[in-house]
């Protein structure tokens, strides 16, 4: 049976589509069907991050009906298989949420594991999202703005009576204005599972139109999405070190 795994966000800005894809990314040397969708339908940002501008088919298509959702799968060159979103300003406004449970269905026959980059905020695509997912990774950053909203995330999947894995805290820089890990975790009443440090090597690699975790895999940064990719699939974390030579031109090959 297929595992849906939201990440989510009550506000942008907090790395929550950076932690969809990187955690996508290491999913996919471990499973045979690992698959990252855009399941942000009015604001889609994986194929700004991954340097898409055109395919033949996308995740509109099989909103639309015109194509399988198995035919909108495609490769990116550092390995991840993605459902990537293009639309229009007229596709967004004609959104059909209730087909998007159907595409979401027919996903789920052909992948292991669905990452779903949920919508920021409490929306009704944010919602739609969450209300197809088994499990939802909560992701903010260690400030009150960003911990005010995803408590409201929090306890929308509390509604929706869906797993909550934990907290993802992002661009961490242990600063003494930042708020302490202990106040975050008794405000949400859920635990931090990974902390991800603020890396400069992020920036970069969403230039490259990378994962983080592929143009600079010995990353602070890299390191922690590994380590928490591995205690989502319930394995023993051992890091490993590579050469990395840096990626230069970016390609989508079709599956």
């Not at 596709?91 to 159907?102: C, K, P, S």
């Not at 708020?179 to 490259?208: K, R, W």
């Amino acid at each position: 049976m297929s595992r849906v795994l939201c990440i989510a966000s009550g506000k942008g800005g907090v790395g929550k589509t950076t932690t969809a894809i990187n955690l996508g990314m290491v999913f996919s040397k471990h499973y045979k069907q690992s698959i990252l969708m855009d399941a942000n339908l009015t604001t889609p940002n994986v194929h700004h991050h991954l340097g898409i501008d055109q395919v033949p088919y996308n995740l509109q298509d099989a909103l639309q009906g015109k194509v399988h959702v198995s035919e909108a799968v495609y490769k990116h060159e550092s390995g991840l298989k993605l459902i990537p979103l293009l639309n229009t300003l007229d596709e967004v406004r004609n959104i059909d949420l209730a087909h998007f449970q159907e595409v979401i269905k027919d996903a789920k026959e052909f992948s292991e594991v669905l990452v779903l980059d949920g919508a920021a905020g409490l929306g009704p695509e944010a919602h739609s999202a969450l209300e197809v997912s088994d499990e939802v990774l909560i992701v903010t950053c260690p400030d009150k703005s960003s911990l005010e909203q995803a408590k409201r995330t929090v306890e929308l999947a509390k509604d929706l009576r869906l797993l909550i894995l934990g907290v993802v805290l992002n661009k961490v820089q242990d600063k003494h204005y930042e708020l302490s890990n202990e106040f975050i975790e008794c405000t949400l009443g859920i635990p931090i599972i990974a902390e991800i440090p603020h890396d400069e090597h992020v920036p970069h690699s969403q230039h490259l139109k990378h994962p983080v975790v592929y143009a600079y895999p010995n990353s602070p940064s890299a390191k922690a999405f590994e380590k928490l990719a591995f205690k989502l699939m319930d394995k023993e974390y051992h890091p490993s070190f590579q050469n990395e030579a840096l990626p230069t031109k970016d390609k989508l090959i079709a599956e």
